[in-house]
Nanobody, 118 residues
């Protein structure tokens, strides 16, 4: 079992920056992929960025060039640096951990609110 706790969400003006953090505990060695998802009111949860244990990354097109995902395996932490924020980035951001082991459900954090004002 992996437990995840997000932090760093805040209210920020458009063009500003935030860094989200995700602290993992429990069976952290079982984590293959860390992902950041977001869910805006009335919309489906979407994958924003992910990073594999070997450092390979993925970004959704809407955040490429503005967001950077990273992880520190030694500290069991993951981060999402968000620059040039836009009002459409407003959402609850969730940290997700995918296990190496088939059949093990993903772990989710409780979410952190990011609000970008125009």
């Amino acid at each position: 079992q992996v437990q995840l706790v997000e932090s760093g969400g805040d209210l920020v003006q458009a063009g500003g920056s935030l860094r989200l953090s995700c602290a993992a505990s429990g069976s952290t060695s079982s984590i293959k992929v860390i992902g950041w998802y977001r869910q805006a009111p009335g919309k489906q949860r979407e994958l924003v960025a992910s990073i594999r244990r070997d450092g390979d990354t993925y970004y959704v097109d809407s955040v490429k060039g503005r967001f950077t995902i990273s992880r520190d395996n030694g500290k069991h932490m993951a981060y999402l640096q968000m620059d040039s924020l836009k009002p459409e980035d407003t959402a609850v951001y969730f940290c997700n951990a995918e296990s190496w082991f088939a059949g093990v459900p993903d772990s989710w954090g409780q979410g952190t609110q990011v609000t970008v004002s125009a």
